[in-house]
């Protein structure tokens, strides 16, 4: 069992004892206390990363990892969590630093264990058979490849116009939104993997000319086509900041992923 597991079955453990003893302004509290972290006028990652640093300068570490988590399950990722740790550092002061060491700890734990590319796919079969609709599917598919799998920074599908073949368009995605939500089959790495058919993997997008930049911070790039009866009918695209981010065993499980969306579709 992970930490985090065995965290997540205490607190719940614990907040059933509450239940059991809590009266109406106990129950409201804790009402209250979930209904505010609710998407509002502030996205949800917005919100866990003011309540983890709250929790960080009042030094609650139960609290802390429980935001960390959150933020985790919100996309959040390590840059983010480092600049919203450094806030709580340079209100709290350097009594804070133990706590810090701690949440980086877990923070780590978190995201270092992507977990078995086997689990990966059987959990992209489970959504895909389960989901509601392929749209939803598709969405849960990018958060997880890019919660469970520390170096992609940016998950997506572009999608064939059905009334111009030539044309891609962005479906879902995780990550900081893009600026080609349109990509002309050709053009870029996107256009390009759709034109050719085959898989890109580009370790070093500086050194390419055919390129569509949509984030200064992305060093790499792998494109899997997604085909339908022979033809290319979108691509499932990841970006990463780091060079060379993509190996062989990636792409084998990416075009797994892939063979697993086109049974589906
Ligand atoms: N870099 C891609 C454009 C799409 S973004 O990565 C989201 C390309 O060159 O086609």
């Known amino acids: 069992m992970t930490e985090k597991d065995r965290f997540q079955r205490e607190r719940e453990r614990l907040n059933q004892l509450v239940m059991k003893y809590a009266n109406k302004e106990t129950k409201r509290f804790f009402s209250l206390d979930r209904q505010t972290y609710e998407k509002g006028a502030l996205d949800e990652k917005t919100k866990e990363f003011a309540g983890l640093v709250a929790s960080l300068v009042l030094r609650c570490d139960d609290c802390i990892f429980y935001h960390l988590i959150r933020c985790r399950e919100a996309g959040a990722t390590s840059d983010e969590i480092i600049e919203i740790l450094n806030i709580g550092l340079i209100v709290g002061g350097s009594i804070v630093i133990p706590h810090l060491r701690r949440a980086l700890a877990r923070w780590g734990e978190l995201v270092e264990v992507p977990g078995s590319y086997e689990s990966q796919l059987q959990r992209a079969r489970d959504i895909l058979t389960t989901a509601s609709d392929f749209s939803k599917a598709t969405q849960k598919l990018c958060n997880e490849l890019r919660q469970r799998n520390p170096l992609f920074d940016w998950v997506g599908f ?99 992923v892939v063979k697993i969306i086109e049974t589906r579709l």
């Open 158 to 256: 572009y999608w064939i116009n059905p009334d111009n073949a030539r044309e891609l368009n962005l479906g879902a995605y995780s990550g900081e939104p893009t600026e080609h939500v349109t990509i002309p089959v050709g053009k870029g790495i996107c256009g390009q993997a759709a034109e050719r058919k085959e898989t890109f993997v580009i370790q070093d997008v500086r050194l390419e000319e055919n390129y569509l930049s949509c984030n200064p911070a992305v060093l790499s790039e792998i494109v899997i086509p997604i085909f339908s009866k022979g033809e290319v009918i979108g691509e499932l695209d990841i970006d990463s900041h780091t060079e060379a981010a993509f190996t062989d065993e990636h792409r084998e499980f990416l075009e797994e």
